[in-house]
């Protein structure tokens, strides 16, 4: 499908990322009522690495003024896999925007899984955005995975309370801890359909070269001198977020999870950090929803993953 008339499509420039914020900004107040994805969450996506390429896998829709109005993306997420996205400027919805982004899109995951034997094309929605519900069902996909963003605004003085008995919680000790992590967490997550691991090497390159990147945000829980608890965290936006949080399937049960996410919050806290918000697939299988609404922490907006089979 064409753009309409009077609109563009062409390459973001990495200039251009505050007015794609805002477009991303007003796409999610239209839709949920609030900012949650914001402008670090942007230059995160924007990082050029071998599954990313800003000039060739993301597309801004401009105006006959040169405004932005309309923004999409998609990165190779693991082999065989595609994922995507898109957001159109509330004004300037139902003209067929996003319809021609999508089919943009669409071509380039032809281009990037060429060669797969078995391809998937994703493509991700706010779970309230019907008319994108509408166009998707029509191109033939389904939704495959559901998830929340959950959020706690933390009062002064957070205390985070002891840990269990036997468990030692401390901040990471880069050098020597990133691989103790990136086990608990790989090994923890084995069973989340969501989760895709990376190697050791990967995962570390990923995470320290993020400009969020912030070690003293990250917690290491140990049973003795074995690791087996991990959470990661950073600031996006004035925004504490716990971006992992890990526990081996031996240790589930005895609180290690809640006493490292009441740690990070009390962290936060000490920063002057009133939000926190967690991203969680809402069938996770280990019932992290239930701990981090028995922590305080409540779902805020959904969002839902659509699939098929790529052609």
Known sequence: MDL?????????????????????????????????LDADFLREAWRRG???????DAWVVVDGAGVIVGYGQIKVEEPGLAE?????????????IG???LDTIEARSTELLAGSPAPRFRHVIWATDQAAEAMLRSRAMRPVHHFWHMQIDLPDGFETGPAPAGIEIAEIEPAADLPAVHAVITTAFAEDRSHHPDSLDQWVEEHTGSPSYDPSLWLLAR?????VGALTGSVLG????????????????????????RRSFATFAGRGIRRVILNVDA????????LYEREGMRAITRWDVWERAAP
């Open 283 to 290: 069938e996770n299988p280990t019932g992290a929803t239930a």
């Open 50 to 56: 071998a599954a990313f390429d800003l000039s060739r």
């Open 4 to 36: 309409p008339a009077g609109y563009d499509l062409r390459a973001p420039a990495p200039d251009d990322l505050e007015a794609v914020a805002e477009v991303l900004a007003a796409d999610q107040l239209a839709d949920t009522g609030q900012v949650v």
């Open 223 to 227: 049973d003795g001198s074995t690791p």
């Open 84 to 96: 995507s996205w898109g957001v159109v400027q509330p004004k300037h919805r139902g003209r067929g």
């Open 99 to 101: 319809a021609a982004l």
């Open 238 to 261: 004035g925004n504490g977020w716990v971006d992992y949080l890990a526990t081996l399937a031996g240790h589930r049960g005895r609180g290690v999870g809640a006493a490292l996410l």
